[in-house]
Nanobody, 115 residues
Framework: VQLQASGGGLVQAGGSARLSCVAS????????MGWYRQAPGQQRELVAG???????NYADSVKGRFTISRDNAKNTVYLQMISLEPEDTAVYYC??????????WGKGTQVTVSS
């Protein structure tokens, strides 16, 4: 499974951004998809996840500001981010779980929120 993320960049505080991640390759059996992020000096943390059936979960810090969605026909997961804060600055990594056994990672995409 290959994951290609796009979006992000430099955003002003209070602004919005949208991340996309397309899965390709051996995509059969992909279950959950979503996003983690890692800020400098911090551990990687789960931001949001979505099951193949559309069940979502979010980190408390992003609830009400971030929305994860998924287009199974396009093998794509999205992360819509609004009301961005400098604390959201991080490298964002998309992931896909296959057969609930293997987690695949995309290359990170930088999101920088300026104050």
């Amino acid at each position: 499974v290959q994951l290609q993320a796009s979006g992000g960049g430099l955003v002003q505080a209070g602004g919005s951004a949208r991340l996309s991640c397309v899965a390709s390759g051996s995509i059969s059996g992909i279950n959950d998809m979503g996003w983690y992020r890692q800020a400098p000096g911090q551990q990687r943390e789960l931001v949001a996840g979505i099951s193949s059936g559309g069940t979502t979960n979010y980190a408390d810090s992003v609830k009400g500001r971030f929305t994860i969605s998924r287009d199974n026909a396009k093998n794509t997961v999205y992360l819509q981010m609004i009301s961005l804060e400098p604390e959201d600055t991080a490298v964002y990594y998309c992931y896909a779980d296959r057969y609930y056994a293997t987690k695949y990672w995309g290359k990170g995409t930088q999101v920088t929120v300026s104050s």
